[in-house]
């Protein structure tokens, strides 16, 4: 079964250290979080607001140990108005035989506005 996994980060400019560190951040924690293996992940879709254009924010998955042959890609988030700026989001599509009721998306900083209902449930799964 192929399962998304949902996350999403911001910055608070844009620069391309604050934007790779925040998403090696992200990365790393769903990474974790999940259990994920780079071997049995299909690929990786990156977005990123429009205020974001120093850096590609994949650029981090690259730091990341066996990771280097899982295919990413990068594209730009619709501008909807009044919509959370400095925002990058993640989906990883990986091959798990997770429920997916048992998969924990990870929201960090002002990312946590956009599904306040799955911080909630992932903050009680942690505790």
């Known amino acids: 079964m192929i399962r998304g996994i949902r ?5 608070d400019r844009d620069q391309q250290d ?14 974790e979080k999940n259990s994920i293996d ?7 879709f990156i977005s990123a607001t429009e205020d974001i254009s120093s850096v590609f924010p994949a650029k981090a998955l690259r730091k990341i140990d066996g990771w280097e042959y899982v295919p990413v890609m990068c594209m730009r988030e619709i501008p909807v108005k009044d919509a959370l700026p400095y925002c990058i989001r993640v989906m990883v599509h990986v091959n798990t035989q997770k429920k997916q009721k048992d998969i924990q998306h990870i929201y960090h900083h002002e990312a ?10 992932q903050r009680k799964a942690d505790s």
């Open 7 to 11: 996350g999403a980060t911001t910055v």
């Open 18 to 31: 604050a934007i790779v560190e925040a998403t090696l951040m992200l990365l790393k924690d769903m990474i």
């Open 38 to 44: 780079p071997e049995e992940t299909a690929s990786v």
């Open 112 to 121: 946590v506005k956009l599904r306040p209902d799955l911080v909630g449930a």
